[in-house]
């Protein structure tokens, strides 16, 4: 037998880009996006930083091309 209690907890309602501050969400519980993950070490000038940003397609398709220009022949 399972004994059950009512348990409360954080669901995840939306995902706004984080450049552009549109919603990710396509439909209910279907976000569309892309993330950036930031881990910075010991050899590097922001030893233990973390970030996670989230991007929606259309901004990703503008960091994409903006790569691709930048992007060594
Ligand atoms: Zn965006």
């Given at each position: 037998m399972e004994v059950t209690?009512?348990?409360e907890c954080y669901v995840v309602t939306d995902i706004l880009c984080d450049v552009c501050g549109e919603s990710c969400k396509k439909d209910?519980?279907?976000?569309?996006?892309?993330t950036l993950d930031q881990r910075w070490g010991y050899y590097s000038?922001?030893?233990g930083e973390y970030s996670k940003q989230h991007i929606c397609e259309?901004?990703?398709d503008k960091?994409?091309?903006f790569i691709e220009s930048i992007r060594k022949k």
């Open positions: 209690k009512l348990k209910d519980d279907v976000f569309e996006y892309a000038n922001k030893d259309s901004c990703t960091i994409m091309a």
